[in-house]
């Protein structure tokens, strides 16, 4: 059998095996083997994750995480199967018992939270949490707001465990394996890094990260898009044609009029300037067939309108024929320079934040009343992207 690694990295025993997952699989399951696994064989794992648990330095003389072990509120009651449950017991005799709900790709579940809620209020003489883990701030924040729970980020798992002294073979595997997936904080962009881009083999990759972390991360179903937009399940982050963006079809089967939304790194496709001549762009495009839609009158119409409302904080607006707009597939094309966007955010976090903050008014300044929506409707559609 030949494993599945990626050549761009030194091998990985859990990237290898997790690219061996049937499909489709239960992300959360897996990575929830990895992390109890991880607790159970790494000297000092599971003391430094349940002192980040219960927000004070424990000194653990025995821990074991389980996974999917069923739970009981009553005889007469259905079983309950949190993602992991931790047993431990302090060097003073004090027993504590952790039970964790995972998220990965799969949205945080009220109703599934509230029901483990009830197992924390059984009497008992242990001490108990409910733990929550997410991978964006979306899944952490509705957690928080459903009940009494610790609700974290991979990334606080990966920092945690990232400080463990003498870190065995696994837990190292592990932490590149999250690292691997966007499960890890990742580093910020850095102006230097962006001037540099052209020769910089890792800063494509990191712009993919980026338009992932957007996709999968914060706002992950969109709101602020119209329905078309959000319906569609081919929604993807693609490296073409001078772009790193998250495409959006119209519908399924149908691409225009599509919407990308990311980072524009090489102008010469786009046929635009860069609004900065030391960064590349943060993007926004509507795009349909030009031999298909040669004169979208009643979307340039209501573009045309927004425009202004969209050239602020210096943001380049430009729509179809306009100067400075020489691609035929261009309805809009919205750009701001990526350096002015992320300004003053240091951390990935941070970034991420403030780029959605951006995308987020642009797409309110754009379809808050509907009118551009319903113009949209009218394009003629193609069935498969150019």
Known sequence: MTWPV?????????????????????????????????????????????SKVFSAPLSVARARATTRTAATLGEADPALFPDMKIEAEMHSGQCMTVYSEHKWTSPCSSEQLRKYTELIRRPDKTEQRLVFVG??????TKARETC??????????????????DPTVMLKEFLTFMDTHGLGP?????????????????????LKRYANKLLNGNGCDWPFLPQPYRAGVNRNVRDRWGRVAIEFPWSEGRWSPAMTIGFLYNR???????????????????EAKPETNPNPA?????????????????????TKGQRGNGNEWSLLIVQRSLARAIEGQGTEREQLDAIHRQIKEWCATLFSDGQLEAAL????????PP
Do not use: C
């Open 6 to 50: 990626d050549s761009s990295q030194e091998p990985n025993l859990f990237v290898s095996l997790f690219a061996l997952l049937p499909s489709p699989a239960p992300k959360e399951n897996f990575l929830s083997e990895l992390f109890a696994y991880i607790l159970n064989t790494a000297d000092g794992a599971a003391e430094a994750w349940l």
């Open 135 to 140: 991978l964006t701030p979306t899944q952490v």
């Open 148 to 165: 009494e729970l610790k609700a974290f980020l991979w990334e606080d798992v990966h920092a945690v465990l990232a400080t463990v002294p």
């Open 186 to 206: 990742g580093k910020a962009i850095t102006p230097d890094l962006i001037k540099a881009f052209m020769t910089s083999q890792g800063f494509l990759g990191q």
């Open 268 to 286: 010469d496709n786009h046929a635009v300037e860069f609004t900065s001549p030391d960064s590349i762009d943060l993007l926004l495009r509507i």
């Open 298 to 318: 009643a979307v340039l119409d209501v573009l045309r309108r927004l425009v202004p409302q969209l050239q602020r904080n210096d943001t380049r607006a430009l």
């Open 377 to 384: 409707r009218t394009i003629q559609s193609d069935s498969r």
